[in-house]
């Protein structure tokens, strides 16, 4: 099929989708963020009012929150990279490059913030309310899914 047929060259349709591709990327970011802000609330929420360690009802919000962050931030640095794509300026490259450094150094600090939140979280599971081991563990996972 001749692109020429259709009313438009290759260089427009690619900058169409790009913008759609650039849009829908950003508003995935929106929605993962949003939802994990919902979900660490109600997590916190759940656990604060129906249980007396308020410590790990903070340690799972923040979890489930900071997952959500980084994939939100993994939807933007792709935004950014698409924004890019056209572009020939020296300038936006450059303005791209420092982007990606700065959220990938954010997901990077988020990661690790989750590691020790959840080696935190997993050594607190494993004692009881006397401060002894009680030999049993609980993944991350069920822990964030299951207050």
Do not use: H
């Amino acid at each position: 099929m001749d692109i020429q047929l259709l009313g438009t060259n290759l260089a427009d349709l690619v900058r169409v989708l790009s913008g759609i591709l650039i849009s829908t990327c950003q508003l995935l970011a929106i929605f993962v963020i949003s939802v994990g802000i919902i979900r660490a609330l109600l997590i916190f929420l759940r656990s604060s009012l129906f249980q007396p360690q308020t410590t790990m009802a903070f340690q799972r919000s923040r979890l489930a929150m900071g997952y959500s962050f980084s994939l939100g931030l993994s939807f933007l640095v792709g935004a950014s990279i698409l924004k890019t794509m056209l572009s020939s300026q020296w300038e936006d490259i450059t303005r791209l490059v420092i982007i990606i450094a700065v959220r990938t150094a954010l997901n990077l600090l988020l990661e690790r913030a989750i590691s020790n939140s959840q080696a935190i979280g997993d050594l607190a599971l494993n004692l009881d309310t006397n401060g002894k081991e009680t030999g049993k563990e609980t993944a991350p996972e069920t822990a964030i899914a299951n207050p």
